[in-house]
């Protein structure tokens, strides 16, 4: 609790807010844009927040974070495409709500309903992490080997419909996280003689080239550029009381699923929602309505959309294990301020921890006055042709990777990280374990040499230690429920 | 470009990379078995790249499935784009220690806008406002020479 009151001090600090406002700011962008996501958009801000304070920084990034989520639900009302994909669900009531003339009720149903899922999943973050932590502070070497191995295996469960492709893509991650130093005796490995790899590939470069550069390149070859002519209607924005008493028990339950459901590693705010989405219709007096523009649908979808956010800071700041690509580049982020997200982060830097959470509840303030307040100019974002933001992203990437150690090297990493997401990415590769691996490389390896010399080189160690062995069982498990569900659906299909 | 299949190719190309680090990796100092050496982890991922894209060729060849990987042909406007697009940004980096940000991004802005299909007049005006902006945030807010 003391921990809790330190982290109010941003609270008073007006810069602290100008920080969440241009973070909200970009978030909203990055959101509302079609094919723009809050990864990229964290990607490519994570190396220019080097060169503000820590506070400063995580100001900006949960400001984009939190908006980013919120502002995927504009397209998905105003023109039935999600921005994001936590706010697929949105589509189905707020698009018909937008339809009879209501986009300005739905705009403004969203933003409240984003306020309300991210406070009360800030709050679950606030009560729970803390115990959470301290339990998992009995890691030894073992188990902190097993979290990496399991993190990945998260992130490679998630990310792609081939295992084996999520699994060579970790494997990759792994593979350029041992350029470098070797992280125990110092031994130089893959460096090719070349002094600049001697600290290792940085894997902002590497995160920039793989989620900004690749995306647009992606874009390019997959779209002609286009974007929405014409201004959009907005009316009302504000519900009445009445309608606000009537959705107050649908935004508790989407608040409730969408945190609970972003607290488990893999699943985030688009499987949060759909099920908030269902339960709320089940539950419902007027579940006819769910689907042809029911304000309950759009609070149930929009709520758990953005809990979500919260439930998944509880693993990831807790643990160090990401929910999806979003918290895997949030994990980067923390690290490049000397924050290690786990258990650890807790008792070295609980200050710090209070921090996030205030900053994140800011954010979700913020988040909730732009979209009420700007709810007329938002709607014009999806104005904005493709071109003009693909050539700004691309020097934004160029310049933010070189930013971080003022070195072109970074900048040739990230340019053939680009090129290699992009090649990749065709063929159906999934980026998102690549990234995590390559973070979580050195921890794994570093845990399991101390673990083995521990053990006095006995591998055992890994079977006879309780919370090892879960933590491997929980691997093993999310590799083989994709590949059983991939048989069985295929069996049901012959 | 004809049929390529993808997955048979990128599996091939991972075992190879997988062997390499195998081959690199054994020159490492060993360690012993108490204490594991440089060499260890790396071989162990080797191992593993190795098995996985012999795993991704061999499932593709058998399931016979065979990817389109570039539904577009060579000249396609969007490839041409793509390549230019990259040519640029090596030039922009090749220039870097060779030439000051505010005359190595201007041009490349330019060019870039005009490759993505932006009016001249607007890429002009859109390559200097753009070049302002980042010198004033990068050169004037983080005090970092670009």
């Keep these: 609790m003391a921990e809790l009151v330190t982290g109010v001090a941003p609270l008073l600090d007006p810069t602290t807010w100008l920080y969440v406002a241009l973070g909200v700011g970009l978030g909203i962008l990055f959101g509302a844009l079609p094919g723009f996501t809050a990864t990229m958009g ?44 936590a706010s697929i669900a949105t589509t189905w009531d707020g698009y018909p709500l937008a339809q009879q003339g209501q986009a300005g009720l739905a705009l403004g149903i969203n933003a409240l309903g984003a306020f309300c899922g991210q406070m009360l999943s800030i709050a679950v973050l606030a009560l729970a992490a803390f115990p959470l932590a301290a339990f998992a502070l009995r890691f030894g070497p073992s188990e902190y080997f097993a979290l990496a191995i399991f993190g990945i295996s998260m992130m490679v469960s998630i990310s792609s419909r081939s295992l084996l492709k999520g699994l060579l893509m970790g ?15 110092g031994y130089p490995r893959f460096t ?36 929405i002519k014409g201004p959009v209607r907005i009316e009302r924005v504000l519900p009445s009381r009445a309608e606000l008493r009537g959705l107050a028990g649908h935004a508790v339950l989407g608040s409730a699923i969408g945190t609970g459901v972003g607290i488990i590693p893999g699943a985030g705010g688009d499987i949060g929602s759909i099920i908030a989405w269902g339960q709320s219709r089940r539950l419902s007096r007027l579940r006819d309505r769910f689907g042809k523009g029911s304000l309950a649908g759009l609070t149930a979808s929009c709520t758990a959309a953005n809990a979500a956010i919260g439930g998944a ?63 007329r100019p938002l709607a014009r974002i999806l104005q904005i042709r493709d071109q003009i933001l693909w050539g700004l992203i691309l020097i934004v990437c160029v310049l933010g990777s070189y930013a971080l150690n003022q070195s072109v090297t970074d900048v040739w990493v990230m340019l053939l990280a680009g090129l290699a997401g992009f090649v990749l990415r065709k063929a159906e590769f999934p980026m998102g374990p690549l990234v995590l691996a390559l973070i979580l490389g050195p921890m794994a390896e570093s845990n399991l ?26 691997t093993a498990l999310s590799l083989l429920v994709p590949v059983v569900s991939s048989w069985r659906g295929r069996a049901k299909a012959v | 470009m004809g049929q390529l299949n993808a997955d048979v190719a990128f599996g091939l190309l991972f075992a190879a990379l997988g062997v390499a680090l195998l ?24 191992a593993l790249l190795c098995l996985l894209g012999l795993g991704l060729a061999a499932g593709s060849r058998r399931n016979g499935a065979a990817i389109q990987y570039w539904d577009k042909p060579w000249g396609d406007p969007a490839i041409v784009r793509i390549v ?63």
């Design chain 1, 171 to 185: 494997a990759l991650g792994l593979a350029v996280s041992m350029v470098g130093l070797d992280p125990i005796v």
């Design chain 1, 313 to 375: 800071m509880v693993t990831m700041l807790t643990l160090g294990i990401p929910g999806d690509s979003a918290s895997a580049v949030l994990i980067g982020a923390l690290l490049i301020h000397g924050l290690q997200p786990g258990p650890l982060l807790f008792r070295d830097h609980p200050d710090m921890v209070a921090h996030i959470v205030v900053l994140l509840a800011m954010a979700s303030l913020v988040t909730m006055l732009f979209g009420l307040i700007g709810a």
């Design chain 1, 192 to 227: 090719f003689g070349t002094p600049a790899f001697l600290d290792g590939i940085s894997f902002i470069p590497v995160m920039v080239g793989l989620f900004g550069v690749a995306e647009v390149l992606v874009q390019m070859y997959a779209t002609t550029p286009h974007s």
């Design chain 2, 84 to 146: 230019t697009v990259i040519a640029l940004l090596a030039l922009y980096i090749l220039v870097w220690e060779r030439v000051g940000f505010i005359w190595r991004t201007p041009p490349l802005l330019f060019l870039l806008y005009l490759v993505l299909g932006v009016h001249w007049i607007r890429s002009l005006i859109l390559a200097v406002a753009v070049t302002g902006v980042l010198a004033g945030v990068f050169q004037g807010l983080f005090s970092l020479r670009l």
């Design chain 1, 42 to 85: 964290l990607a490519i801000l994570t190396p220019l927040t080097f060169w503000v304070q820590p506070d400063q920084a995580f100001a900006m990034l949960f400001g984009l974070l939190c908006a980013a989520i919120f502002s995927g639900g504009i397209p998905a009302i105003l023109i039935n495409t999600p921005g994001t994909p």
């Design chain 2, 23 to 46: 081959g690199h990796s054994a020159g490492f100092p060993p360690g012993t078995p108490g204490v594991p050496g440089p060499g260890f982890f790396p071989m162990l991922v080797g």
């Design chain 1, 449 to 474: 040499r101390r673990a083995l010399v521990l053990s006095q080189g006995d591998l055992s160690i890994l079977v006879t230690r309780p919370l090892t062995v879960i933590f491997l069982l929980l």
